[in-house]
């Protein structure tokens, strides 16, 4: 069965940092590609970035503009997601997600696989 565990969030002020983590299980990195959405109240689920399998590259969502930078260790079966220079607007719960292909991803696969999400607020 494969799961996906978040970490990492909780609050911060503008223009910090934080490290999320999601833990993998009963996968593959070189078999799924990551990727990392997020929800704030009342918007949609959107992409923040999505890292094919195997050694596949990773596309960034606009608003990331170089501020985020995931990366992954394969031993762990963990991938991160590095946020700096946050901002009010990433406020939002984060969620890891799995599957084949990134498409499949945006595309909202039923048979994806999600994590539980983890809170992120930027806020003085």
């Known amino acids: 069965e494969v799961q996906l565990a978040e970490s990492g969030g909780g609050l911060v002020h503008p223009g910090g940092s934080l490290r999320l983590s999601c833990q993998a299980s009963?996968?593959?990195?070189?078999?799924?590609?990551i990727a990392w959405f997020r929800q704030a109240p009342g918007k949609e689920r959107e992409e923040v970035s999505c890292?094919?399998?195997?050694?596949?590259?990773?596309k960034y969502a606009e608003f990331v503009k170089g501020r985020f930078t995931v990366s992954k260790d394969n031993y762990k079966n963990t991938a991160y997601l590095q946020m700096n220079n946050l901002e009010p607007e990433d406020t939002a719960v984060y969620y890891c997600?799995?599957?084949?292909?990134?498409?499949?991803?945006?595309?909202?696969?039923?048979?994806?696989?999600w994590g539980q999400g983890t809170q992120v607020t930027v806020s003085s």
């Open positions: 997600a799995a599957d084949h292909l990134c498409l499949a991803l945006r595309h909202r696969n039923p048979d994806a696989h």
């Open positions: 009963g996968l593959s990195f070189d078999d799924y590609a």
């Open positions: 890292t094919g399998s195997s050694h596949g590259s990773t």
